[in-house]
């Protein structure tokens, strides 16, 4: 699974990292719609260092289409909104 940060890199995950990055995917998913700024913080953060820590980064100047684009880690809840379709905030 290729998957982009934000305004960053793109990183290949290996297929048996794709649970993990769903489960966080999903937490910062339910705090963008509960409109919990601490939450989606801590949940951002974490989804974050995860990609960065266990997908490999693709070499610079190489593009693949991403499967999933993740907010960068200084996104604001209400950008994340309007990113993921939540904008009735």
């Known amino acids: 699974m290729i998957v982009r940060i934000h305004a960053d890199a793109?990183?290949?995950?290996?297929d048996g990292e794709e649970a993990e990055f769903e489960r966080l995917d999903q937490e910062m998913e339910r705090a963008i719609e509960?409109?919990?700024?601490?939450?989606?913080?801590?949940?951002?953060?974490q989804l974050v260092a995860y990609v960065r820590k266990q997908g490999e980064p693709l070499p610079e100047g190489e593009m693949k289409p991403s499967d999933?684009?993740?907010?960068?880690?200084?996104?604001?809840l209400?950008?994340?909104?309007?990113?993921?379709?939540?904008?009735?905030?």
């Open 10 to 14: 793109q990183y290949q995950l290996d």
């Open 34 to 45: 509960q409109h919990d700024g601490a939450a989606f913080s801590t949940a951002l953060n």
């Open 78 to 89: 209400a950008e994340a909104h309007s990113i993921v379709g939540h904008d009735h905030a």
């Open 68 to 76: 999933v684009i993740v907010p960068s880690e200084d996104m604001t």
